[in-house]
């Protein structure tokens, strides 16, 4: 894959800019040149047809966020929640070595939010030591969002996060973050597919379309 995209943190505007230059897997095209800039402190999603290319795109963004040599950063490096498609879970640690693995001091930042507080908001506490195989599937996604808001980063990244929950315990979930985000002025990147996820969570939605990934459109919610 091609590597010539260039990211910065803007710290005057307080925004992110992103240029990303084209991109191939096994010379097919998956990123045309794009450029969008996102300000900070608001949710921005990212909606689009299955295989556009938008997983790709988060990914290029982690990655220059967590390579500060790649990035022109004006700020220091961001701490980065991120939710990927695939739980990622550590199937010999329990759910709560799960999320604490993240949280450990030695091998994160300070400041994270307390565990047992976040397994009560996606309704996990009393399985808390339970095992990845022990869990349903929605069980252990719940497990991959409540290790990312433990985490508690400054920028969350996420791809379809609330896929395969019901509408319940979605709910619940969105309420947290959006009331959560909200006054802390997270910087939130989000894929869906989901109409009501950016009617209930989005600032900015961005149509993408693809492949080549590319943003046709840009909407304040
Ligand atoms: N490792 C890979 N090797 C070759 N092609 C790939 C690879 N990963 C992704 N692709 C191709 O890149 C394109 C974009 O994939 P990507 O996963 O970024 O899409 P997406 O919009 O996130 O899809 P979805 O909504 O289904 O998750 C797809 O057309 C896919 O076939």
């Not at 097919?28 to 990212?46: A, D, N, Q, R």
Request: aromatic share 10%; proline share 5%; glycine share 6%.
């Amino acid at each position: 894959m091609n590597n010539q995209s260039q990211l910065s943190l803007e710290s005057k505007d307080r925004t992110l800019n992103i240029v990303l230059s084209k991109k191939t897997y096994n010379h097919v095209s998956v990123i045309e040149e794009t450029s969008v800039s996102l300000p900070f402190g608001y949710t921005h999603c990212f909606f689009g047809p299955s295989g556009c290319g938008k997983t790709t795109f988060l990914l290029e963004i982690v990655q220059y966020l967590k390579n500060p040599k790649n990035n022109r950063i004006e700020l220091k490096t961001p701490t980065i929640s991120c939710i990927f498609q695939e739980d990622r879970l550590l199937p010999w640690l329990t759910l709560l070595e799960n999320i604490l693995f993240v949280t450990d001091k030695s091998n994160s930042k300070p400041a994270c939010v307390p565990v047992d507080f976040i397994l009560d908001i996606v309704g996990l506490l009393e399985f808390k030591h339970y095992y990845p195989n022990q869990l349903s599937g929605g069980m252990k996604r719940r497990v991959a969002i409540a290790r990312a808001l433990a985490y508690d980063g400054e920028i969350f990244i996420m791809d379809e996060p609330f896929k395969g929950l019901d509408q319940g315990i979605k709910t619940q979930i969105i309420n947290y973050m959006k009331e959560t985000f909200t006054s802390q002025g997270k910087t939130v990147l989000f894929v869906t597919h989901d109409d009501l996820e950016v009617k209930d969570f989005a600032d900015y939605q961005y149509i993408c379309e693809g492949p080549p990934f590319r943003i046709i459109e840009t909407k304040k919610i």
